[in-house]
């Protein structure tokens, strides 16, 4: 399976980024990790892109590392099309105090546009 990891430096994205690694070398994936940009994130991408590579290298997995530009949703599902990846996995939902997910605009973006199947990591 070819899968797009979308990631912007929020807590959940860096849990989504362990878990998918680990997800895609278990599987033998192929796995694209997309940094996009994040304002309510407090890390830059390039902080976050270090992240991505030190992941990578404890698990001993290979996988491309793209940085994306301009609104994250919108760059996310480009990419996604544009490599005909078969699965978008993003980190994010929390839950309320009523027991509904709670999720992010970025997360909830893609959720509602993407022409392929998403994985939330929560």
Do not use: C, W
């Amino acid at each position: 399976m070819k899968a797009l990891l979308g990631i912007g430096g929020s807590e959940d994205s860096l849990h989504a980024l362990k878990k998918a690694v680990e997800r895609a070398k278990e599987a033998g994936d192929e796995l694209t990790i997309a940094i996009v940009e994040n304002p309510d994130a407090s890390l830059s991408q390039a902080e976050v892109e270090s992240r991505a590579g030190e992941v990578l290298d404890e698990a001993d997995f290979d996988a491309e590392i793209e940085t994306l530009s301009g609104h994250p949703g919108s760059q996310l599902l480009e990419l996604a099309e544009r490599g005909s990846y078969d699965r978008i996995v993003l980190g994010g939902g929390e839950t309320s105090p009523l027991g509904k997910v709670q999720l992010g605009s970025i997360a909830e973006f893609v959720l509602l546009n993407a022409r392929t199947t998403v994985t939330l990591i929560r």
